[in-house]
């Protein structure tokens, strides 16, 4: 990866290179545009840790890609996500606390799936052993892209739901404040026309809602104890995305509400688990504990975090009193198996009114199984045969970016497995986004300028209470930021920190 950005070799011909939305910039303007970025992403600490490169008194790193001009998104789609972000809240906390429905869609696949299986295996432990802790939160985030329909607008299709470690919330709301503050020099240089100036969303208040929903489970925690309290986020070692987990650590602190990051490797070391289950957290250098109110979970999504200690640092974490953000349960949600069965029919009316349903199941695209069932078969023979396959995208049951299988590559990934394996992936329709957007990308390798792919993703906050007839006591809902992240057109993945796309700001048009 390197460590600078430039300017590419070869520019365009002229003194004018195009840009978004048909204005154009010049070659001086481009140049100064890719220096004001560079600078405000080093001061902004809008960056990612090069954690390989680590020295005894500093750090080096670099910034996340991010898109030079913001690119175009429709309003209407933009506000019919966020108003359906209450909804799928509600609809996958739902879903994860039927436990009897959860378990007929996830155990067929626990045969072959020793990830899903273990987090299954740390719930039946705890539910064994009673559950102590009732209230759950949750920081969900729900994706999605749009696509021209029949008629003279987009509509928007779901890319999929997060709803264990969502990340993204902290880079989101720097580079939507960077734009505004790039809007605003081309504003007193006359560089924008008149109608872009009301086009851009407010910079967001992502840190602010996240940490205020920590703060709601805090608060939530009625225990009497003779320690103070503390919430505990969970992380991963070598982290070289703490750059969107410290700002939300950094906001409880100036909120009076203490929070310590601690390894997922370290917790069994820095954690006791009392008779009464409260979990005890010991300060580093220190022999104080404080009693953990909160586990926000920014680990344990890996399945190689899962060997013989991991499961150990989940079951002791999922015991405890603390309020877990969120809970195992509402962990396998996650799965894609989840999303591929919340699209059969009548599912939905399980969980959501039927006026919501309807809402939601407008954003689904066509997804299934490749089991040997009717719809199974056809699945397959769609996967399987060239010409088909150029139309959909293969996904394992887990990923976080990266690996996911596109189009004419899907016949020889299936061909090289057995097909008892095949189950571990469901197959679905692909996306077809306008083709017509152009952007410009500040890219880790390249200053890119040309067609490109746009997801927004809209993040939610819950806070609820599992009651012991099986029901939701619903206690917070709320829609709580957004993200905008774009790729060139012909990359496949979306992943920013893995290099496959940059943070954007969407600019709204009608």
Not at 71 to 100: H, K, S, V
Not at 204 to 218: K, P
Request: aromatic fraction near 8%; glycine fraction near 6%.
């Amino acid at each position: 990866m390197p460590t600078s950005y430039c300017l590419p070799k070869d520019p365009p011909p002229g003194d004018e290179v195009s840009a978004v939305g048909g204005s154009k910039l010049s070659e001086e303007h481009l140049a100064q545009l890719v220096t004001d970025i560079k600078d405000y992403q080093l001061t902004h600490g809008n960056v990612l840790k090069l954690v390989r490169f680590e020295e005894a008194t500093r750090v080096p790193s670099i910034g996340v890609g991010v898109s030079v001009l913001p690119t175009p998104f429709p309003r209407r789609c933009f506000n019919e996500a966020w108003a359906l972000q209450r909804c799928m809240n509600e609809l996958y906390i739902r879903a994860g606390t039927d436990e009897q429905w959860l378990h007929t869609i996830l155990q067929p696949l626990m045969e072959r799936d020793g990830f899903l299986a273990a987090l299954w295996d740390v719930h039946v432990d705890v539910r064994k052993a009673g559950v102590v802790q009732d209230v759950v939160c949750g920081i969900f985030r729900s994706d999605y892209m749009h696509q021209p329909c029949a008629v003279d607008h987009a509509t928007l299709k779901q890319v999929e739901v997060n709803t264990f470690s969502a990340a993204g919330a902290c880079h989101a709301e720097h580079v939507a404040n960077m734009h505004r503050h790039l809007q605003r020099m081309r504003r007193v240089a006359k560089l924008d026309n008149e109608h872009d100036r009301d086009s851009l969303l407010s910079p967001g208040d992502n840190i602010n809602s996240l940490v205020a929903a920590l703060i709601t489970a805090y608060q939530a925690y009625r225990l009497p104890s003779q320690h103070s309290y503390c919430i505990l986020m969970v992380v991963q070692p070598y982290n070289f995305n703490v750059a969107d987990e410290r700002p939300i650590e950094y906001g409880l602190w100036d909120a009076g509400i203490p929070c310590y990051r601690c390894d997922w490797q370290e917790v069994l070391n820095r954690t006791t688990l009392t008779t009464d289950r409260k979990l005890l957290y010991r300060l580093p250098g220190s022999q104080t504990e404080l009693e953990v109110t909160v586990v926000y979970y920014r680990a344990g999504y890996d399945a190689a975090e899962y060997d013989t200690q991991g499961m150990q640092v989940r079951l002791r974490l999922e015991l405890s009193t603390a309020i877990k953000c969120p809970d195992v349960l509402t962990h396998l949600t996650t799965f894609k198996a989840v999303q591929q069965a919340l699209t059969e029919p009548d599912v939905l009316k399980r969980f959501l009114p039927v006026g919501d349903a309807e809402r939601v199941r407008d954003t689904f695209m066509p997804i299934s199984t490749l089991d040997t069932s009717a719809k199974g078969l056809q699945a397959r023979l769609n996967a399987t045969d060239a010409a088909q396959a150029v139309h959909y995208v293969l996904k394992p049951n887990l990923e976080g970016g990266g690996n996911n299988i596109y189009g004419s590559k899907i016949p020889a990934l299936l061909g090289s497995l057995p097909e008892e394996e095949w189950s571990k992936y469901i197959l679905m329709r692909l996306i077809e986004p306008p083709e017509e957007i152009q952007g410009v990308l500040l890219t880790a390798e390249e200053l890119y300028q040309g067609p490109v792919v746009s997801e927004l993703g809209i993040f939610g906050t819950a806070l609820w209470r599992r009651e012991a007839s099986g029901g939701v006591e619903m206690l917070r809902n709320e829609s709580a930021g957004w993200t905008f992240k774009t790729k060139p057109s012909k990359v496949d993945e979306m992943s920013v920190v893995k290099g496959y796309g940059c943070f954007d700001c969407p600019k709204l048009t009608e």
